[in-house]
């Protein structure tokens, strides 16, 4: 089955890794959504979301990586999913997944969201947390992949 793990991911981080890792094993084919969003204004752009996305999962099978602009079912649609992946790190997160999942089955009555529990030692993790250690200098290298350590580094001069 196909999967759409839509999200930000900016900048991705353990946890996204290891969702799309799950979702490839138990799914077979995760097409990675990352968001274009005009409204919020990412910490780095579209193009090096992706390059990270793409340098950092070169070890799972069967992944694309595609960046999108409005609906997630939309672009479900256009990547043929039926499956919309999310994680949920805490009960904080639930009320606002439940709510996008309601919103996109009333979109589209075709398309299913599959949660996956966060491992527990990657359910602190968040991108914007994630930032405010990196610039300050805090060590961040056990938090993300390496090569978005490195950017984030070289973004803030550490
Ligand atoms: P969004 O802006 O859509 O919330 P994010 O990039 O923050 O995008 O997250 C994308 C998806 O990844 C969401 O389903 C979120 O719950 C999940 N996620 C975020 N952080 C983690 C983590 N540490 N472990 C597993 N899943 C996570």
Known sequence: MRVLYP?????????HLDLIERGSDLFGEVVVAVLRNNEKVATFSIEKRVDQIRKSTLHVPN???VSFEGLT???AERENCSLILRGLRALSDFE???QLAHTNRSLAIN???VFLATKAHHSFLSSSVIKEVAKFGGTIDHMVPK???K???????K
Do not use: M, Q, R
Request: charged share 25%; glycine share 6%; aromatic share 10%.
């Open 7 to 15: 999200g930000s991911f900016d900048p991705l981080t353990n946890g």
């Open 63 to 65: 992944v694309e990586i």
């Open 73 to 75: 079912v939309d672009c």
């Open 96 to 98: 606002y997944e439940l």
């Open 111 to 113: 398309t299913e969201t």
């Open 147 to 149: 090569i978005v350590a």
């Open 151 to 157: 950017d984030l580094k070289l973004l803030f001069n």
